[in-house]
């Protein structure tokens, strides 16, 4: 087994496409070397703010997201140091191994190929075999040599059908050249529950620690963990993380399972700024602590809470106290909350907080999704006007009203400007797109 060093090896999990079993490998081989005694740590490739709660759970250490369209080179670099001096780094990436946006952004266009050599880790590519044989070493062929500047490693085989499935296609990536690091036989009793944003959130699954349990005892049998370790390289040199500024010292976080989508990364930052988060819970009718200087409710599912957050008497009546002398921000379902109403699927309209006149609803399901470059037409908590920053949006509201003074002058990924901009009215501010990063 590989030692601690303070450079630890990397692999990157990677697949051609959503859907090919990315999250079900990797969350087994953090559980899997765990089990062994190996300190193992994992990062996530672009704007997701679930599977890094599943990681943290199979690691026992945090995840963050690595992110090519919104961090700058040393960002990444700074937060994948938070690893050194552990044993693994296991970074699962997102789509397809080359998908990205058409337009560079911070350091690339977000595809889990830029992370994969920026770091130097090796691409261990998940192969959904379902229905072919042979042709799957072309397509693992394809995708080892598409830019070589993408290390490879070798293919896991997922959804093997047969011992003689296996055999064709062991025999197509052997005269490929293709080295064969797993065969993972169909498993229909280890899939995790989904939502529309992706999983079910790691806090909402009770099951969870027997489902990572047997996840590892699934992988160490059909994985050669050892070999992986072996091919698990790069890394770049350790690294000062770049200060993210705060909103504030002392902040009070909203922190639930209707608020839930915030990126560990930021946290992170925060805290090494020397900021204080202060966790309440708007479910539990909690209202902000007094004593801080600003209140952030992140994203989640407020809809799938509307009738609690609407009958929290409490959280609502002190948020509004507490917007009279303090700053208020909220981020995609936070700045829902924030607003005077929110209709769910069902077609039911709850009363919010009325921080903002910003009216929502899901009984018209309309998918907004990608990357958000804003420039704040005034200030927000911790920034000022003018100040770019760079966030994803990804939800499936409708806007039914918003007459508030707009936030920020928001674009896409292309440069393309949306109507999403977001909202002001006195000390509450609020975003449809999560914060990832600061734009130079």
Known sequence: MRGRTDRPGGLVIAAPASGSGKTTLTLGLLAAFRARGLDVRAFKNGPDYIDPAFHAAASGRPSFNLDSWAMEAGQMAGLVSTAHRTDLIIAEGSMGLFDGVASPGASGNGASADMAAMMGWPVVLVLDISGQAQSAAAVAKGFATFRPDVPFAGVILNRVASPRHETLVRAGMEQA???????????????????????????????????????????????????????????????????????????????????????????EQWRRAGAEILPFSPLADEAPVPSTDICWLPGGYPELHAGVLANAGHFQHGLRQYARTHTVHGECGGYMVMGDTLTDANGVTHRMTGLLGLQTSFSTRRIHLGYRLATLCGPMPGRTAQQRLRGHEFHYATVT????????????????????????????????????????
């Open 177 to 267: 050249g293709i080295e064969v690091l797993g065969s993972l036989p169909r498993q229909t009793d280890l899939t995790l529950p989904e939502r529309h944003l992706g999983l079910v959130q790691a806090g909402e699954h009770d099951q969870l620690h027997a489902t990572l349990t047997a996840l590892a005892a699934f992988i160490d049998r059909h994985v050669a963990l050892d070999r992986l370790l072996q091919c698990a390289g790069g890394t770049p040199p350790s690294t000062l993380l770049p200060v993210i500024a705060p909103p504030g010292q002392r902040i009070a976080l909203a922190q639930d399972q209707a608020f839930s989508f915030m990126y560990p990364h930021l946290l």
């Open 401 to 440: 009203a918003q007459p508030d003074q707009p936030l920020a002058h928001v674009v896409d990924a292309n440069g393309v400007t949306v109507p999403e901009t977001g909202s002001r009215r006195g000390n509450a501010t609020g975003t449809f797109f999560h914060f990832i990063a600061d734009a130079t």
